[in-house]
């Protein structure tokens, strides 16, 4: 082969030619210097070819009938790794295979040395991107929206138990994937003064577009995932820099880079705060410029917008949507406020994520007039015209749908709801606490505004990308159709009662196991044997999805081990992932006791190889689809009524894993559908949950239960840090006076919930037939279902394929 031919390959080529021609002509190098960075630009380069085609095609499908398109508003979008995500929508594995094996390279070292995409921290990033996936590969029309943060969320590691956070580097290479728009760039501005005419900003910024192909399985339609960068308006201040007043002259340049550089900077301090309010402001105004461009180059009136477009806020992040979309459309294009208003509604639908306080986002008005003066005035006037409308109604309770709270903050939640045309809940719990607490008068002021979408997963990720073992076998029961079809599984239900299938289904669950097993060994060499349970609990860590109780259940069973070493014990490996955000003390805090607990009992002779706690550094995307086809036991114990949805649990289940959890968030849809006989249910529900909060006393629970008390001691007296006894104090006097989420109340029903599951998982068969029936009942759960609901119900879309 020629791989100095001067000419690009078409589309069609085959791979072998393309990436030959790619490391010559993208990368630079001859096959003999190409290292795996090399090989694995020119394959991208050479797989991203055979995007553009079906990605240009879907775009003129589109412009040519006219039809509504969704734009998906989000600050997070957790894509993993991209390169073996698209050469499985694209069909392309084998060929892929074969090509690198024929240039002498390890097909595996080339895709695993892609870096994740560090665009998003949990869930609501990783929902993102699989709905995105979803969108098309249903083929509706749509664009996605966020930030490209230079280093996105921190890396992270751990020294002597600690969490310390460094920059993340996924572009210190040049990103293959995305096409850069030098010719879509906006204006955005910040502070200074405004009035009715208008805004006269203080400082202004450029946002300029990048944009990435999105395929749907075998990219029969492919859509558009739009990030953008912060650019200053004048790259360099010539003059301050002839003064020798170096700083002054880049001050421009790094203003401006500082709003795209970092996902979620702490914002314990003002200077914090202002800067995240700024990246909010910053993408969701170059976003809704970016819709009316569009938008009015097909020369359709403004009062056709909302028959042509549909914008979805992704929690609070994008509320600032309403009052920017107004002002576009009052200041720029002549529309009065209250006409404004109900254009702008009539496109907007908002995402609720969390019923906890201190996540839906309230921002000082002193701040918002500082950084957004006119959004400041436009927001005022919506407040006022949304109680006047409220008091015409006849509502009961006007002061209680007011966008402003008593201490005078915006409140940004009420300001997406308030905006929206419709507003959704992300599980069927969750929604109706939605309407029960934190929007209850809005709700009763706008009864068909709320509606239940249940979150899901993409099955091309997470089972046919991450799962080639359990793919392989779910291709030979049923066919290929699964991977678009997925309520298809259900029909594995009758081969869980057959002794040939579920030894199967368990030998991939094992091979699983191994590989991970190799895998801990090699990177955090520790030894595990894959014929334990693996016991596996990977989110961002907080408070209340209870990792410490987890903690404390892992030192319970460990105390019980060293009481009654001769016992039987069914091997434990306890597998801990997740980050906690820099300014969250009491989240570092328990992971530093995690790792703690976990050297003492690593290290214990007494204990060996009967229980094993594993704590991997820097949990990602990619080393979840590591971690979740491995799963015998998942772990989702959150405070009842506190978890929105997770889609965690619902991964877990596909590849085979069988859930430990409260009733709360989606694991009451999960519990519905692989049956109470299939889950270990425990705790609190969210009503008891609440009720039990008045009069509540911890300590009463630490005293009533032997094993809670004992380790709460060893805690306290220094069992866990010898040397330094008050180094997890402020933890447990935490747990003692301030448990607000229950540790102490559900510890005793979640240690009997772990030993029905080790006593289940010792039955071997009865093990095999949960595991196989979680997998086979999960179909309803994805997010290619939940995608259908949104354009049905909330959009009003119809897919073009």
């Known amino acids: 082969m020629n791989v100095h031919s001067p000419s690009a390959p078409a589309h069609h080529a085959a791979l072998d030619a393309a990436i030959a021609w790619h490391l010559a002509h993208s990368v630079g190098k001859t096959p003999e210097a190409a290292d795996l960075s090399d090989w694995r630009v020119a394959l991208s380069r050479a797989v991203r070819d055979r995007l553009v085609a079906p990605w240009f095609d879907a775009t003129r499908k589109t412009y040519e009938t006219g039809r509504k398109r969704v734009y998906y508003l989000s600050m997070e979008f957790l894509l993993g790794r991209m390169l073996e995500d698209a050469i499985g929508n694209l069909g392309l594995e084998r060929e892929a295979r074969a090509a690198m094996a ?52 921190f890396r992270q590691r751990f020294e002597e138990g600690r969490q310390i956070e460094s920059a993340e580097t996924w572009l210190a290479e040049a990103h293959p994937w995305e096409f850069e728009r030098h010719e879509v760039a906006f204006e955005i501005g910040f502070g200074g003064v405004a009035d009715e005419a208008g805004w006269r900003p203080a400082e202004l910024v450029e946002a300029r577009a990048h944009d990435t192909p999105v395929p749907g399985w075998r990219a029969r339609w492919t859509n558009t995932l739009r990030l953008w960068s912060a650019r200053p308006k004048r790259v360099f201040d010539l003059e301050p820099f002839n003064r020798g007043d170096y700083m002054a002259a880049a001050a421009p340049e790094v203003f401006a880079e500082t709003i795209s550089r970092v996902l979620y900077p702490d914002d314990s301090t003002p200077v914090g705060k202002e800067l995240r309010l700024k990246q909010e402001y910053f993408f969701t105004s170059a976003s809704l410029q970016d819709i009316l461009r569009r938008f009015l180059a097909s020369g359709a009136p403004l009062s056709a917008l909302p028959d042509q477009i549909a914008i979805q806020m992704n929690d609070t992040h994008p509320a600032i949507a309403g009052p920017e979309l107004i002002r576009l459309l009052t200041d720029h294009h002549g529309l009065g406020f209250e006409e404004a208003f109900d254009t702008a509604s009539g496109c907007l639908c908002y995402t609720n994520h969390t019923l906890l306080p201190e996540a839906l986002e309230r921002w000082h008005v002193g701040l918002m007039r500082h950084v957004l003066p006119r959004h400041m005035m436009i927001i005022e006037k919506i407040d006022a015209l949304h109680a006047r409308r409220a008091a015409e109604a006849g509502t009961p309770r006007p002061d209680h749908v007011r966008v402003f709270d008593p201490d005078g903050d915006v409140q940004m939640g009420t300001l997406a709801f308030v ?50 073992g359990l793919r392989a076998l779910l291709n030979e029961a049923l066919g290929e159709g699964w991977v678009t079809n997925l309520e298809l599984l259900d029909r594995l239900a009758p081969l869980a009662d057959e002794t040939g ?97 976990a050297w003492q009992v690593n290290h214990d002779p007494v204990i060996g190889d009967r229980l094993k706690i594993v704590y991997p550094e820097n949990y990602n995307v990619s080393m979840a689809e590591r971690l979740i086809p491995a799963a015998d036991l998942s772990e989702q114990i959150s405070t009842a009524g506190m978890e929105a949805s997770g889609t965690g649990n619902m991964k877990f289940a596909l590849n085979g894993a069988v859930t430990i959890g409260t009733l709360d968030g989606a694991n009451v ?133």
């Open 419 to 468: 905006a929206a045309r419709k507003v959704n809940g992300v599980s069927a719990l969750h929604t109706g606490l939605m309407k029960e607490t934190v929007f209850r008068d809005l709700h009763a002021l706008h009864p068909d505004r709320i509606v239940n979408m249940t979150n899901g997963v993409t099955p091309r990720r997470w089972l046919h990308g991450c799962n080639p």
């Open 102 to 153: 024929g240039f002498g390279v390890d097909y595996r070292a080339v895709v695993e040395d892609e870096p994740d995409a560090a665009l998003g921290n949990g869930g609501l990033g990783r929902l993102a991107a699989c709905f995105l996936d979803s969108l098309s590969c249903l083929g509706i029309p749509a664009y996605g929206y966020g930030i490209r943060y230079a280093h996105g969320l």
């Open 501 to 597: 299938f579920r030894e199967l289904f368990m030998g991939v669950k094992r091979a699983n196991k191994a590989r991970l097993a190799e895998w801990l060994k090699e990177t955090q060499r520790i030894e595990t044997s894959p014929d334990a349970m693996f016991d596996i609990q990977i989110k961002r860590i907080h408070e209340y999805k209870r990792q410490l109780m987890n903690a404390l259940e892992v030192a319970a069973h460990a105390n019980a081990i060293r009481r009654e070493p001769e016992r039987d014990w069914v091997p434990r490996v306890r597998i801990f992932g997740g980050k906690a955000a820099p300014g969250y003390d009491m989240a570092k805090r328990i992971i530093r006791l995690i790792n703690d607990i």
């Open 669 to 801: 849809e999960i519990a519905e559908r692989v049956g109470r006989e299939n889950i270990f249910i425990f705790g609190l529900e969210a009503h008891e949950a609440s009720a039990i909060r008045d009069g509540y006393n911890s300590n009463r629970f630490i005293a009533e239960s032997a094993a809670l008390s004992e380790v709460v001691g060893q805690i306290e007296g220094g069992f866990y840090s010898p040397g330094e006894p008050d180094r997890h104090r402020a933890v447990i006097d935490k747990l003692r006076h301030d448990d607000h989420f229950l540790v102490a109340a559900d510890f005793e029903a979640y240690r009997a919930a772990q030993d029905e599951a080790e006593a289940a998982f010792a039955d071997r068969e009865r093990w095999g037939r949960m595991a196989v029936l979680n997998c086979a009942r999960s179909g309803w759960f994805s997010s290619d279902r939940t995608i259908r609901g949104y354009a049905s119900e909330i959009w009003g879309v119809e897919p073009l394929i």
